[in-house]
T-cell receptor, first 115, second 112 residues
Framework: GENVEQHPSTLSVQEGDSAVIKCTYS??????FPWYKQELGKGPQLIID?????GEKKDQRIAVTLNKTAKHFSLHITETQPEDSAVYFC??????????????FGAGTQVVVTP | DGGITQSPKYLFRKEGQNVTLSCEQN?????MYWYRQDPGQGLRLIYY???????QKGDIAEGYSVSREKKESFPLTVTSAQKNPTAFYLC???????????FGQGTRLTVV
């Protein structure tokens, strides 16, 4: 089955610096890769996603890149702010004949932005 | 407002008791999911349901049970057979394949 690995598990950055989180996936059939942000005590929320027919996608200070050949994708946050502090999860859709909705998540990255 | 609601937010139970966590959505989503979150282990899929009266086991279904009698509701029962039930439980829903998953605020279950 699909296996998603996420690194690093924790990431401390100074305010204004960039943060990069990397994920690898195992199932070459996966074609949808969302990123979720989870603030303390809350459920995760989608912040950006990318499909396998696109190599890069940007939304203001966040961007995601996808390398299908290497089977890895990354989240980039530029000009980090204290409100970016949260746990970030990557995910990959595992395509099987009996399930189109089995979303597999990485282990998460705790991002801490220090002023 | 449309959304997905989990209740209660905090739940305490004695060891050996079954407990049911509620998940309701008014987004008209077909698919619903239950995840368990432990520190450092991300989100692990317990059960999911694509349509009413049908559900599938996820990666860690042992000790849990679900039902899907209505499109809007997907309750999760943590049974006494679950060896380590203390965790943060998240319910999610999606409209279809490869679409955004909406999560509830979670239920933190503590078994003492």
């Amino acid at each position: 089955g699909e296996n998603v690995e996420q690194h690093p598990s924790t990431l401390s950055v100074q305010e204004g610096d960039s943060a990069v989180i990397k994920c690898t996936y195992s199932d070459s059939a996966s074609n949808y890769f969302p990123w979720y942000k989870q603030e303390l005590g809350k459920g995760p929320q989608l912040i950006i996603d990318i499909r396998s027919n696109v190599g890069e996608k940007k939304d203001q200070r966040i961007a995601v890149t996808l390398n299908k050949t290497a089977k890895h994708f990354s989240l980039h946050i530029t000009e980090t702010q204290p409100e970016d502090s949260a746990v970030y999860f990557c995910a990959a859709y595992h395509m099987t004949t009996d399930s189109w909705g089995k979303l597999q998540f990485g282990a998460g990255t705790q991002v801490v932005v220090t002023p | 407002d449309g959304g997905i609601t989990q209740s209660p937010k905090y739940l305490f139970r004695k060891e050996g008791q079954n407990v049911t966590l509620s998940c309701e959505q008014n987004l008209n989503h077909d698919a619903m999911y239950w995840y368990r979150q432990d520190p450092g282990q991300g989100l692990r899929l317990i059960y999911y349901s694509q349509i009413v009266n049908d559900f599938q086991k996820g990666d860690i279904a042992e000790g849990y049970s679900v039902s899907r009698e209505k499109k809007e509701s997907f309750p999760l029962t943590v049974t006494s057979a679950q060896k380590n039930p203390t965790a943060f439980y998240l319910c999610a829903s999606t409209w279809g394949a490869r679409t955004e998953a909406f999560f509830g605020q979670g239920t933190r279950l503590t078994v003492v």
